[in-house]
């Protein structure tokens, strides 16, 4: 088992991989920032629900619900993109918070009021580390 040095790229990359396979539902290894970034999601409307299995011992698993369109079986999520990388850090001023797709999309946001979307951090005024871009 090999040592995963950026989990959420991992995450982010486990999602796409299962929207691709036209999955329903996806399990990915629990962490705090992990299950915040599945509740900014379930809240946006960006997959369908979630479950947060906690073990003692264990960091514990989420199992994701995805969400398609059912005529189409197009997925809700377009696209998942990573800005922030271990390697190469991406901090936003809050006149700098990037819009995704002219305000269609949304950005993640890691500040110091926790994990937020880039609407939130405009209106609380506050910048921080650009985790990730959904569409």
Partial sequence: ??????PIADYLTRLRNAIQAKHRVVD???????KEIT?????????????????VGYQGNIKIALK???ETKVSA???????????????CHTDDIPRV???LGIAIISTSKGL???????????????LCYVY
Avoid: W
Avoid at 43 to 53: A, D, Q, V
Avoid at 77 to 91: D, M, Q, T, V, W
């Fill in 101 to 103: 797709l002219n305000g």
């Fill in 28 to 34: 990915i290894p629990a962490s705090g920032m992990k």
């Fill in 39 to 55: 509740k900014i999601l379930k809240e946006k409307g960006y997959i369908l629900n979630y479950k947060f299995e906690d073990e």
């Fill in 116 to 130: 937020v979307t880039d609407k939130e951090a405009k209106e609380l005024n506050i910048g921080g580390e650009v």
């Fill in 77 to 91: 999520i377009k696209a998942l993109e990573r800005i922030s990388k271990p390697g190469l850090r991406n901090y």
């Fill in 1 to 6: 088992m090999s040592k995963v040095t950026d």
């Fill in 68 to 70: 398609y369109n059912p």
